[in-house]
């Protein structure tokens, strides 16, 4: 039996799971302007997956860095879902910060 797929599966799940609440927490306390580590650290894993010895590390690595680039997009939506009032905003963000997320 081949249990790579599962277990490729699971794990993808997991860092899904783990990279949703990053994203809000990411969003409420710095705002959109995180967006450049989230693809500096797409691009490093990328180029560490190609690397990577075994298959299941390489791929493992690999959905962390596509995750890394997709949470770039949730960022910018995060911060839509914030205006609607979906999620709270962050009473501690300098005025410059709010005008800064606001463009």
Not at 20 to 37: A, L, M, R
Not at 79 to 96: D, H, I, L
């Amino acid at each position: 039996m081949n249990f790579q797929g599962i277990i490729i599966g699971i794990i993808s799940f997991i860092i899904i799971g783990v990279f949703h609440p990053i994203v809000i927490k990411s969003e409420y306390y710095i705002g959109k302007k995180i967006w450049p580590v989230f693809l500096v650290t797409g691009i490093a894993l990328i180029g560490v997956s190609l690397y990577a010895k075994n298959n299941i590390l390489s791929t493992i690595i690999g959905v962390t860095a596509f995750t890394c680039l997709w949470s770039i997009h949730e960022i910018f939506e995060q911060e839509q879902r914030v205006k609607k009032g979906w999620f709270p905003k962050n009473p501690n963000k300098t005025s410059a910060d709010n005008n800064a997320t606001s463009n």
